[in-house]
């Protein structure tokens, strides 16, 4: 069975900052893993992804994440936050084989402070 | 491109009755979509994946006489929750695959926010 930990409920950081949210992941297989943001009331919106090649991949917004298949995480990182950052941020991860669905992590809040 | 549509955005019905939600993907043909539902503050769970022209498999805890769910097209998923309840009351929120395009990445709609009073 697929899983995602997301070991922070909430993280704040002031404007300008570096930040880090932290996303680790099971699969019984190679992982396909995803980042996604949530404005409220709003659908999901895609960041990035790791499918293979490159250990750091580079989305949307500046934001980038690390594949670490040893730690088994993919923590999301920025190097300089902006308040409108502000958003609730999903991973997910699914099999490299067959249909299955993403399974999504518990949501990090992120708030950034001005 | 990739892009799924969900109509309606928001509802609101009385307890007993029936809603129809419906998720399109527009400009890709999906064989396989996935419901997800989400609870204010939390994740999404998925609720079910169905498959193009057959029966919808669902998650364990989710009862599918109580949300019907039906992908009679390519581009077409819609799911009815029967008898609503205000436990019902939730975020529902559908995701399309497209096969052509990638590692068969899913794609979602901005979801319908669902209130039964």
């Known amino acids: 069975a697929q899983s995602v930990a997301q070991p922070e409920d909430q993280v704040n950081v002031a404007e300008g900052n570096p930040l880090t949210v932290k996303c680790t992941y099971s699969?019984?297989?190679?992982?396909?893993l995803f980042w996604y943001v949530q404005y409220p009331n709003r659908g999901l919106q895609f960041l990035l992804k790791?499918?293979?090649?490159?250990?750091l991949v580079k989305g949307s917004y500046g934001f980038e994440a690390e594949f670490n298949k040893s730690q088994t995480s993919f923590h999301l990182k920025k190097p300089s936050a902006l308040v409108s950052d502000s958003a609730l941020y999903f991973c997910?991860?699914?099999?490299?084989?067959?249909?299955?669905?993403?399974?999504f992590g518990k949501g990090t809040r992120l708030s950034v402070i001005a | 491109g990739a892009v799924v549509s969900q109509h309606p955005s928001r509802v609101i019905c009385k307890s007993g009755t029936s809603v129809k939600i419906e998720c399109r993907s527009l400009?890709?043909?999906?064989?396989?979509m996935f419901w997800y539902r989400q609870f204010p503050k939390q994740s999404l769970m998925l609720m079910a994946t169905?498959?193009?022209?057959?029966?919808?498999?669902?998650e364990q805890g989710v009862e599918k006489d109580k949300f019907l769910i039906n992908h009679a097209s390519l581009t077409l998923s819609t799911l009815t929750v029967t008898s609503a309840h205000p436990e019902d009351s939730s975020f529902y929120i559908c995701?399309?695959?497209?096969?052509?395009?990638?590692?068969?990445?899913?794609?979602f709609g901005p979801g319908t926010r669902l209130t039964v009073t």
């Open positions: 995701s399309a695959r497209d096969p052509g395009r990638g590692q068969g990445e899913q794609y």
């Open positions: 400009d890709f043909q999906a064989t396989t």
């Open positions: 997910a991860v699914r099999d490299s084989s067959g249909n299955t669905p993403l399974v």
């Open positions: 699969v019984s297989g190679n992982p396909y």
């Open positions: 169905s498959n193009e022209g057959s029966k919808a498999t669902y």
């Open positions: 790791y499918i293979t090649g490159d250990n």
